[in-house]
């Protein structure tokens, strides 16, 4: 090649590169890391009788043949997080699940902590307690902490106040009622949570009460005890805040 042909080709080359940037691992997926594989239960542990995987989702169900007497728990392994933004997708058939985070494993597939709440029916504008994506306490003795809508403060000394809307409940409504799929989001950054369902923020929570709070711990996905039922992941991804 020529000299001026290689200079020629090397400005080609250089303004392609410039214009049109190969993207970065980090820009790939924007920060997150994905916590299911699609193939296995890898980084899981949870009672193989209620988890596994189909077909690229991840399936947490029981039958009239195989209940489970409680609560049970599909407990991520790997890191505990403290400030994080969580994706998921997940469908609900019947009964009552939920993600834990920032908890506690209890041994033998149980969890306690801060959990988004997934259910049906998916609302119920005369009772918001019966919210798919509000803010429960599983075990930890606090209840509904911030229902549909919801802008939730626990004070110091434990008592709950609600301070205002974080969102009109007919948006609300509208948004967790859409698709069988709902995507779900969980952020979580010191003493302030926030959850999301299909886009629209569901509800709010800032905990003040140093005693019950926690800033860091474990995730969890909950098959809840009683009826038969059956919940499926994918798409599960997170990112730590800095």
Not at 108 to 121: E, F, S
Not at 162 to 186: F, R, S, Y
Not at 200 to 208: F, K, P
């Amino acid at each position: 090649m020529h000299k001026s042909q290689l200079a020629t080709f090397l400005i080609s080359a250089l303004t392609v590169a410039i214009l049109h940037p190969l993207p970065s691992a980090a820009a790939d997926n924007d920060g997150f890391t994905a916590l299911f594989n699609g193939k296995d239960l890898t980084g899981w542990d949870g009672n193989p009788d209620f988890w596994s995987v189909s077909d690229g989702i991840l399936v947490g169900q029981t039958t009239p043949e195989k209940p489970s007497k409680g609560n049970t728990f599909l407990i991520w392994t790997g890191t505990e997080y403290k400030d994080f933004e969580l994706h998921a997708s997940c469908k609900l058939e019947g009964g009552n699940s939920g993600i834990q985070y920032r908890s506690k494993n209890l041994g033998n597939w149980v969890m306690a902590g801060y959990q988004c709440d997934i259910r049906t029916p998916v609302f119920d504008p005369k009772d918001p307690k019966n919210c798919l994506g509000k803010i429960y306490s599983e075990k930890e003795g606090r209840g509904q902490m911030a229902l549909g809508g919801e802008k939730a403060v626990y004070e110091k000394d434990g008592q709950k106040n609600v301070v205002g809307k974080v969102n009109d409940l007919e948006k609300v409504t509208k948004a967790i009622e859409q698709g069988e799929w709902k995507d779900v989001v969980i952020i979580a950054k010191g003493n302030h949570i926030l959850q999301k369902i299909n886009g629209e923020i569901v509800c709010e929570l800032t905990d003040e009460d140093e005693n019950k709070r926690a800033l860091s711990g474990q995730l969890g996905l909950q098959i809840h005890g009683g009826q038969p039922m059956k919940i499926s992941f994918k798409n599960i991804q997170i990112k730590e805040l800095k």
